[in-house]
Protein backbone atom coordinates (compact mmCIF):
# COMPACT_ATOMS: atom_id res chain seq x y z
CA UNK A 1 0.00 0.00 0.00
CA UNK A 2 1.50 3.69 -0.73
CA UNK A 3 2.40 4.95 2.51
CA UNK A 4 0.24 8.13 1.87
CA UNK A 5 -3.05 6.10 1.26
CA UNK A 6 -3.50 4.51 4.94
CA UNK A 7 -6.18 2.16 5.03
CA UNK A 8 -9.34 3.00 7.36
CA UNK A 9 -11.51 0.70 9.82
CA UNK A 10 -13.10 -1.07 7.24
CA UNK A 11 -9.88 -1.63 5.14
CA UNK A 12 -10.64 1.35 2.40
CA UNK A 13 -7.96 3.94 2.05
CA UNK A 14 -9.36 6.85 4.16
CA UNK A 15 -8.36 8.56 0.45
CA UNK A 16 -8.26 7.42 -2.84
CA UNK A 17 -4.76 6.68 -4.03
CA UNK A 18 -2.70 4.51 -5.97
CA UNK A 19 -1.64 0.75 -4.35
CA UNK A 20 -1.15 -1.53 -6.91
CA UNK A 21 0.64 -1.73 -10.39
CA UNK A 22 -2.93 -1.22 -12.61
CA UNK A 23 -3.01 2.58 -10.70
CA UNK A 24 0.62 3.21 -12.05
CA UNK A 25 0.64 5.62 -14.56
CA UNK A 26 3.24 5.01 -17.21
CA UNK A 27 3.42 7.63 -20.37
CA UNK A 28 4.51 10.71 -18.66
CA UNK A 29 4.81 9.61 -15.00
CA UNK A 30 5.92 12.90 -14.34
CA UNK A 31 2.16 14.09 -14.73
CA UNK A 32 0.90 12.28 -11.61
CA UNK A 33 -0.17 13.91 -8.81
CA UNK A 34 -2.07 11.17 -6.88
CA UNK A 35 -2.29 13.99 -3.85
CA UNK A 36 -5.07 15.80 -6.41
CA UNK A 37 -7.42 13.09 -6.91
CA UNK A 38 -10.12 14.08 -4.38
CA UNK A 39 -9.63 17.83 -5.48
CA UNK A 40 -10.31 16.55 -9.15
CA UNK A 41 -13.15 14.13 -8.68
CA UNK A 42 -14.87 17.24 -6.46
CA UNK A 43 -14.74 19.42 -9.04
CA UNK A 44 -15.42 17.21 -12.05
CA UNK A 45 -18.41 17.28 -13.83
CA UNK A 46 -18.96 14.01 -15.68
CA UNK A 47 -18.05 10.15 -14.71
CA UNK A 48 -17.54 7.51 -17.42
CA UNK A 49 -18.20 3.80 -15.75
CA UNK A 50 -16.78 1.43 -17.84
CA UNK A 51 -17.52 -2.56 -16.46
CA UNK A 52 -17.13 -5.78 -18.80
CA UNK A 53 -20.62 -8.01 -18.86
CA UNK A 54 -20.70 -11.21 -20.71
CA UNK A 55 -17.30 -10.72 -21.98
CA UNK A 56 -18.27 -7.31 -23.70
CA UNK A 57 -17.02 -3.80 -22.69
CA UNK A 58 -19.38 -1.35 -21.12
CA UNK A 59 -19.03 2.30 -20.79
CA UNK A 60 -21.63 4.71 -20.05
CA UNK A 61 -21.32 8.42 -18.83
CA UNK A 62 -22.92 9.98 -15.97
CA UNK A 63 -23.51 13.12 -13.65
CA UNK A 64 -22.11 11.97 -10.10
CA UNK A 65 -21.05 13.11 -7.01
CA UNK A 66 -17.98 12.61 -4.97
CA UNK A 67 -17.40 12.12 -1.14
CA UNK A 68 -14.94 10.53 1.41
CA UNK A 69 -13.49 7.63 -0.85
CA UNK A 70 -16.88 7.24 -2.72
CA UNK A 71 -18.34 8.09 -6.63
CA UNK A 72 -21.88 7.92 -6.67
CA UNK A 73 -23.74 6.97 -9.84
CA UNK A 74 -28.10 7.64 -9.99
CA UNK A 75 -30.56 7.19 -12.36
CA UNK A 76 -33.45 5.25 -13.17
CA UNK A 77 -34.24 1.62 -12.36
CA UNK A 78 -34.19 0.69 -15.69
CA UNK A 79 -30.57 2.21 -16.25
CA UNK A 80 -29.30 -1.20 -17.27
CA UNK A 81 -25.62 -0.16 -15.80
CA UNK A 82 -27.07 0.80 -12.90
CA UNK A 83 -28.65 -2.25 -12.06
CA UNK A 84 -25.86 -4.57 -13.72
CA UNK A 85 -23.45 -2.50 -10.87
CA UNK A 86 -25.38 -3.24 -8.01
CA UNK A 87 -23.82 -7.45 -7.40
CA UNK A 88 -20.61 -5.16 -6.43
CA UNK A 89 -18.25 -6.27 -9.69
CA UNK A 90 -15.58 -4.53 -10.30
CA UNK A 91 -16.01 -1.34 -12.13
CA UNK A 92 -13.62 1.84 -13.39
CA UNK A 93 -14.53 5.10 -13.45
CA UNK A 94 -13.15 8.27 -15.06
CA UNK A 95 -13.00 12.24 -14.61
CA UNK A 96 -11.96 14.21 -17.47
CA UNK A 97 -11.67 17.77 -17.37
CA UNK A 98 -10.08 19.30 -20.95
CA UNK A 99 -8.84 22.69 -19.88
CA UNK A 100 -7.32 24.06 -22.91
CA UNK A 101 -6.02 23.21 -26.78
CA UNK A 102 -2.44 23.94 -26.70
CA UNK A 103 -1.30 24.41 -30.33
CA UNK A 104 2.14 23.54 -31.93
CA UNK A 105 4.51 24.57 -34.90
CA UNK A 106 4.65 21.16 -35.46
CA UNK A 107 1.35 18.43 -36.23
CA UNK A 108 2.70 15.77 -33.49
CA UNK A 109 2.87 18.52 -30.70
CA UNK A 110 -0.43 19.61 -30.51
CA UNK A 111 -1.83 18.40 -27.43
CA UNK A 112 -4.47 19.40 -24.45
CA UNK A 113 -4.06 20.44 -20.88
CA UNK A 114 -6.28 18.83 -18.86
CA UNK A 115 -7.19 17.03 -15.27
CA UNK A 116 -7.97 13.17 -15.27
CA UNK A 117 -8.57 10.76 -12.64
CA UNK A 118 -9.29 7.50 -13.00
CA UNK A 119 -10.87 4.97 -10.30
CA UNK A 120 -10.98 1.43 -9.57
CA UNK A 121 -13.69 -0.04 -7.22
CA UNK A 122 -17.09 -1.93 -6.68
CA UNK A 123 -20.71 -0.84 -6.81
CA UNK A 124 -23.49 -1.26 -4.02
CA UNK A 125 -26.82 -0.13 -4.72
CA UNK A 126 -28.35 2.21 -1.77
CA UNK A 127 -32.01 1.93 -0.54
CA UNK A 128 -32.33 3.79 1.99
CA UNK A 129 -34.50 7.08 1.32
CA UNK A 130 -32.59 9.44 3.67
CA UNK A 131 -29.36 8.40 2.12
CA UNK A 132 -30.62 8.74 -1.11
CA UNK A 133 -32.15 12.38 -0.10
CA UNK A 134 -29.05 13.37 1.16
CA UNK A 135 -26.14 12.46 -1.44
CA UNK A 136 -28.98 14.23 -4.35
CA UNK A 137 -29.31 17.52 -2.54
CA UNK A 138 -25.39 17.61 -2.31
CA UNK A 139 -25.42 16.89 -5.73
CA UNK A 140 -28.01 18.97 -7.04
CA UNK A 141 -26.23 22.19 -4.81
CA UNK A 142 -22.91 20.95 -6.63
CA UNK A 143 -24.29 21.46 -10.10
CA UNK A 144 -26.50 24.25 -8.98
CA UNK A 145 -24.97 26.19 -6.70
CA UNK A 146 -27.11 28.84 -4.87
CA UNK A 147 -29.78 27.26 -5.69
CA UNK A 148 -32.38 26.29 -2.61
CA UNK A 149 -35.05 23.83 -1.98
CA UNK A 150 -38.21 25.79 -1.41
CA UNK A 151 -37.34 28.81 -3.34
CA UNK A 152 -36.07 27.62 -6.40
CA UNK A 153 -37.62 23.64 -6.79
CA UNK A 154 -39.68 21.45 -4.65
CA UNK A 155 -37.75 18.46 -2.80
CA UNK A 156 -37.88 14.88 -4.08
CA UNK A 157 -40.60 12.81 -2.49
CA UNK A 158 -39.80 9.88 -1.17
CA UNK A 159 -41.74 7.90 -3.96
CA UNK A 160 -39.39 9.75 -6.39
CA UNK A 161 -36.48 8.75 -3.96
CA UNK A 162 -37.62 4.93 -3.48
CA UNK A 163 -37.88 4.86 -7.84
CA UNK A 164 -34.46 6.17 -7.98
CA UNK A 165 -31.21 3.86 -8.12
CA UNK A 166 -28.68 5.30 -6.57
CA UNK A 167 -24.73 2.94 -6.74
CA UNK A 168 -22.17 4.06 -4.29
CA UNK A 169 -18.83 2.72 -5.84
CA UNK A 170 -16.48 2.50 -2.83
CA UNK A 171 -13.16 3.43 -4.66
CA UNK A 172 -10.27 0.89 -3.54
CA UNK A 173 -7.48 2.32 -5.89
CA UNK A 174 -6.98 5.69 -8.48
CA UNK A 175 -4.62 7.67 -10.12
CA UNK A 176 -4.71 11.13 -11.53
CA UNK A 177 -2.60 12.70 -13.73
CA UNK A 178 -2.68 16.42 -15.70
CA UNK A 179 -0.94 18.38 -18.04
CA UNK A 180 -0.70 22.07 -17.14
CA UNK A 181 1.98 24.17 -19.84
CA UNK A 182 2.26 25.79 -22.66
CA UNK A 183 3.28 24.32 -26.46
CA UNK A 184 6.91 22.76 -26.49
CA UNK A 185 7.48 20.82 -29.64
CA UNK A 186 10.18 21.55 -31.15
CA UNK A 187 10.60 25.32 -32.21
CA UNK A 188 7.47 26.48 -30.44
CA UNK A 189 9.01 29.36 -28.43
CA UNK A 190 11.27 30.77 -31.43
CA UNK A 191 9.70 33.37 -33.11
CA UNK A 192 12.50 33.16 -36.17
CA UNK A 193 10.82 29.59 -37.18
CA UNK A 194 7.38 29.82 -39.28
CA UNK A 195 4.03 28.91 -37.88
CA UNK A 196 2.13 29.78 -34.78
CA UNK A 197 1.64 28.05 -30.99
CA UNK A 198 -0.18 29.01 -28.73
CA UNK A 199 -2.76 27.80 -25.57
CA UNK A 200 -6.77 28.25 -26.11
CA UNK A 201 -8.95 27.49 -23.11
CA UNK A 202 -11.70 25.84 -23.37
Known amino acids: MNENNAASA ?108 IAFGHGRQIVDVSEKRRILDLMTARYFPGRRVGPDYSPATDADLEKMDLIEIAIDEASAKMRDMGPNGPGDSDADIPGSAFVEPV
Open 10 to 117: DGRPSAPGPRTDRARIRRHADRAVPERIEEFLRAGRVAHAAFAQDGEPRLTPFLYHYEAGCIYLHGSPGNATLRLLRDGRPVTVAVTELVALVASKTASNHTANYRSV
